[in-house]
């Protein structure tokens, strides 16, 4: 054997050797699909602090519905995705298999049903002969039909629209829809030229309560229970700075600027954006009344009910005997942060 056949040798074998480690990390990427509602831990998506908290590489794309985010996960083009709780109960009961492995916040101010100026609209009364819109399959867009039912209306009272948010605002700036049920920017944006008639808590209050939730694709989360983890401890911090030192999230805080350039708007719309939320801390989420609890949990019933309003409205066409496969605290638990 020549000089030169021994190196090449002593090559081929090294690379034989790293291949293994070469594919680990190749294969350490993972796809996160994420919407415009304002969020404390977005500020890891412009800072990078997941994809080093988790050691992974991750591709942020950024979705204008959860329908889309879940037929992209379908799909296998996402792995990881930020969701509302119709959207889920719609996917899941037509047979995806995902996990809600964190509440990223439940019924609240952050989502609200805003009319027009010059609408005719005063009050909830005024409804009928309407044209209202949301966005498809989304938490808002199943409020307003439930919320439309508990005033004894049908959408034959009630014209509503399911279109994504962008067009919302163009045709509600227009003067071809009466109102729109949404979230920021849209609800910044919709509250220039109209009021708030109705917030989702208040139709969580009337009997039809809401979630949005970071959800895995269930052979991923089998898989990567580590990565899981460790996203969800990055979100308790910043969850925590939230909840303890407001100074840092207000117009002026390097956050808010941050969650501008990920999400758009101004920093002054993503403070007061912020202040909307009704966010859950990790222990709630992860007991009972939420995420754990297996067929006892709460957030388990919500897609349950979800699913069954949906099926009379005709969205789905079947309704699972149990949604408590879709949900897991075990992120949750010993979550670093």
């Given at each position: 054997?020549t000089?030169?056949?021994?190196l090449?040798?002593?090559t081929?074998?090294?690379?034989?050797?790293l291949?293994?480690?070469?594919a680990?990390?190749a294969?350490?990427?993972?796809?996160?699909?994420?919407?415009?509602?304002?969020l404390?831990?977005?500020?890891?998506?412009?800072?990078?602090?997941?994809?080093?908290?988790?050691?992974?590489?991750?591709d942020?794309?950024k979705?204008?519905?959860g329908?889309?985010?879940?037929?992209?996960?379908?799909?296998?083009?996402?792995?990881?995705?930020?969701?509302?709780?119709?959207?889920?109960?719609?996917?899941?009961?037509?047979?995806?298999?995902?996990?809600?492995?964190?509440?990223s916040?439940?019924?609240?101010?952050?989502?609200?049903?805003?009319?027009?100026?010059?609408?005719?609209?005063?009050?909830?009364?005024?409804?009928?002969?309407?044209k209202?819109?949301?966005?498809?399959?989304?938490?808002?867009?199943?409020?307003?039909?439930?919320?439309?039912?508990?005033?004894?209306l049908?959408?034959k009272?009630?014209?509503?629209?399911?279109?994504?948010?962008?067009?919302?605002?163009?045709?509600?700036?227009?003067?071809?829809?009466d109102?729109?049920?949404?979230?920021?920017?849209?609800?910044?944006?919709?509250?220039?030229?109209?009021?708030?008639?109705?917030?989702?808590?208040?139709v969580?209050?009337?009997?039809?309560?809401?979630?949005?939730?970071w959800?895995?694709?269930?052979?991923?989360?089998?898989?990567?229970?580590?990565f899981?983890?460790?996203?969800?401890?990055?979100?308790?911090?910043?969850?925590?700075?939230?909840?303890?030192?407001?100074?840092a999230?207000?117009?002026?805080?390097e956050?808010?600027?941050?969650l501008?350039?990920?999400?758009?708007?101004?920093?002054?719309?993503?403070?007061?954006?912020?202040?909307?939320l009704?966010?859950l801390?990790?222990?709630?989420?992860?007991?009972?009344a939420?995420?754990?609890?297996?067929?006892?949990?709460?957030?388990?019933?919500?897609?349950?009910?979800?699913?069954?309003?949906?099926?009379?409205?005709?969205?789905?066409?079947?309704i699972?005997?149990?949604?408590a496969?879709f949900?897991?605290?075990?992120?949750?638990v010993?979550?670093?942060?």
């Amino acid at each position: 054997m020549t000089i030169r056949t021994l190196l090449a040798a002593i090559t081929l074998g090294s690379a034989s050797l790293l291949a293994p480690f070469v594919a680990q990390a190749a294969d350490k990427k993972v796809v996160v699909a994420y919407q415009t509602d304002a969020l404390p831990s977005s500020v890891a998506i412009a800072n990078g602090e997941f994809a080093k908290a988790t050691g992974y590489e991750i591709d942020f794309r950024k979705f204008n519905s959860g329908a889309e985010i879940f037929a992209a996960i379908a799909s296998g083009d996402v792995q990881v995705g930020y969701v509302g709780s119709s959207p889920f109960a719609a996917a899941t009961s037509r047979g995806l298999e995902v996990k809600a492995f964190y509440l990223s916040s439940i019924s609240g101010i952050d989502e609200a049903l805003v009319v027009r100026d010059g609408s005719g609209i005063s009050s909830l009364s005024d409804l009928k002969g309407k044209k209202l819109a949301a966005a498809p399959v989304s938490t808002d867009h199943y409020q307003l039909l439930a919320l439309i039912k508990s005033l004894g209306l049908t959408e034959k009272d009630v014209q509503v629209f399911a279109i994504p948010q962008p067009e919302i605002v163009a045709s509600y700036n227009r003067g071809d829809i009466d109102g729109g049920f949404v979230w920021d920017p849209a609800l910044t944006e919709l509250k220039k030229n109209g009021k708030v008639l109705v917030t989702s808590k208040d139709v969580a209050d009337k009997g039809a309560p809401t979630f949005s939730a970071w959800v895995a694709a269930s052979k991923f989360a089998d898989e990567n229970p580590a990565f899981l983890k460790g996203f969800a401890g990055v979100i308790n911090k910043y969850y925590a700075s939230f909840a303890a030192d407001k100074k840092a999230w207000d117009a002026d805080s390097e956050n808010t600027k941050l969650l501008a350039k990920a999400l758009g708007g101004t920093a002054e719309q993503q403070a007061a954006a912020l202040k909307n939320l009704t966010l859950l801390t990790p222990e709630a989420q992860a007991s009972e009344a939420w995420l754990g609890g297996g067929e006892k949990s709460g957030a388990a019933k919500i897609l349950k009910d979800t699913a069954a309003f949906l099926k009379d409205q005709g969205k789905v066409t079947e309704i699972l005997p149990s949604y408590a496969a879709f949900v897991t605290p075990d992120a949750l638990v010993n979550a670093s942060n």
